[in-house]
Structures are given as C-alpha cells and as structure tokens.
C-alpha cells in the first residue's frame, strides 16, 4: 500500500513537473521540492476534499454525463497555490487545461501500473471431463 501511494505521489509530481514545463499554460513552480509538496497537497485534496465537491454538485455532475469533474479538478488546481506558496497557477482557464492534462498523464501511468500489477492465471485444464446438461 505504501508503495503504491509513493507510486502515486511520483507520478503525480512528474505530472505537475511537465505541466509547468509547458510555458503558454500559465502555471509555474519555484523549485522542484514545490512540486512534490504540491503533489502531496494534490493527493489529500483528491482523496479527503474531492468527494465532498463531488457530492455537493452531483446533479450538475449526472446532467453533465460527467464533464463537471473537469471543473471540479480545475478548481482544486486553481485553489493549491494557497497552500503550496511556491506553485503559481495564474488564473481559471490555465487551471483547467492543466488539470485536464494531468488527468491525462497520471491516468496513463496509473493504468500503466495497473496492467503490470495483474497476476496471470495459470489456465490449464484439469480434467478432460465435461458436464453437459
């Protein structure tokens, strides 16, 4: 368990790390300790605060098929420089297509993670008796 959270945390700070990278997006970090202080930040808010705003705005999230979540990533991103003084996202819209391509990385690489940690059952057959009914 603990290693898939420090699994989490890396691949969420490597995500945030490329996302600063990109310049025209608006959101910068000062340093790279910044980033991983902001992936932690990032993984309590989404584990503790997201399902609570979830909850809140459920019907807006079924009458959306979904598309509020998008939203509701934006704003935790765009409310994590209030706890997290080196990370900088400079205003809504930059929040949300940055979000919207951390969601894409760090779901590359959970599902990733994912696809290697299932065990491959050995599929052999037993006997060679069949039970027709």
Same mark, same amino acid.
């Given at each position: ?28 970090? %000062? ?17 503790? @605060?997201?399902? @609570?705003?979830?909850? @809140? ?74 039970? %027709? @009914?």
């Amino acid at each position: 368990m603990f290693t898939r959270l420090l699994w989490h945390w890396l691949i969420l700070a490597f995500g945030l790390y490329l996302i600063t990278h990109i310049t025209f997006l608006g959101i910068s970090s %000062d340093s790279v300790q910044d980033l991983f202080w902001a992936a932690l930040v990032l993984i309590l808010a989404n584990t503790f @605060i997201k399902p @609570i705003l979830i909850l @809140i705005s459920l019907p807006l999230v079924l009458l959306t098929l979904g598309l509020f979540l998008l939203i509701i990533n934006a704003i935790i991103l765009y409310t994590l420089p209030h706890f997290v003084h080196g990370f900088h996202v400079h205003n809504f819209i930059s929040a949300f297509f940055g979000s919207l391509l951390l969601s894409l990385i760090t779901g590359f690489f959970t599902g990733y993670e994912r696809r290697h940690s299932v065990r491959r059952m050995n599929a052999s057959p037993r006997s060679g008796k069949v039970i %027709d @009914i």
